[in-house]
């Protein structure tokens, strides 16, 4: 059976996306190709109008197979019986309402809901990207209190898209307001590069960047998040 993995967070703008695409073609290159000759590796877009569609449409040979099924429920309540699919990478949507009053089930009743509760009733880890602002601060916390730990799910959070240019101010708030709540956080940072940003524009993913230095730092964010993501859930990423 397959591991679903499911980047969730209720604010738009965290990339997503960005973090979806790059760890599902980290995983493929990890785990190479079946024996028929194709890779393992699933990603799964619930947003019709998210960046991960976009970006297919302009990578000339992905390393890893992609379904958009916003409102494919029956499809995504059996993601982990996909044939030949070892793991799926499921991006949600940009911004997500979140109910805190509705118990169990803190989604509204449109397509949006019923895909996001398919998803989380197959999920094996949420990853829960932040960025170093506190705009993100409380989506988060409806993300992680409202959402995951009512369903017990594991979940880790990472901090996303920092730019060090910026100094070390945002991120240790960040960093604070995370460990302030006793939630995981990974120790790996995804900084920001230009090459994040133009990739899906240039048709690239992660794996398919040139060989120069800056594109390696940039690499090795999402292989070290790939690796410690793994670690801390359990996942067989």
Request: aromatic fraction near 8%; charge should be negative.
């Amino acid at each position: 059976m397959a591991k679903v993995h499911v980047v969730l967070n209720q604010k738009g703008g965290v990339g997503k996306s960005t973090v979806t695409v790059n760890l599902a073609a980290v995983c493929a290159d990890v785990v190479g190709l079946t024996s028929e000759g194709q890779p393992p590796v699933v990603t799964v877009s619930i947003d019709p109008q998210g960046s991960a569609v976009w970006w297919s449409d302009r990578v000339e040979a992905l390393p890893f197979h992609f379904v958009q099924a916003h409102d494919d429920i029956a499809g995504l309540s059996n993601l982990r019986l996909i044939p030949g699919v070892t793991d799926v990478w499921v991006d949600t949507p940009g911004w997500m309402p979140i109910l805190s009053d509705r118990g169990e089930d803190p989604f509204g009743e449109g397509d949006a809901g019923r895909a996001l509760r398919a998803v989380l009733d197959n999920a094996d880890d949420v990853l829960v990207p932040i960025e170093p602002e506190p705009l993100s601060f409380e989506p988060t916390f409806n993300t992680i209190e409202h959402v995951l730990k009512r369903r017990k799910l594991p979940y880790l959070v990472v901090i996303n898209n920092w730019d060090p240019r910026d100094g070390r101010a945002d991120l240790e708030e960040t960093q604070q307001f995370v460990r302030a709540h006793g939630w995981p956080l990974a120790r790996t940072v995804v900084r920001h590069y230009k090459v994040h940003t133009r990739a899906s524009a240039e048709g690239i993913v992660v794996t398919q960047y040139a060989k120069n230095r800056v594109a390696m730092e940039a690499r090795e964010d999402f292989y070290r998040l790939a690796l410690e993501f793994q670690q801390r859930t359990g996942a067989d990423a």
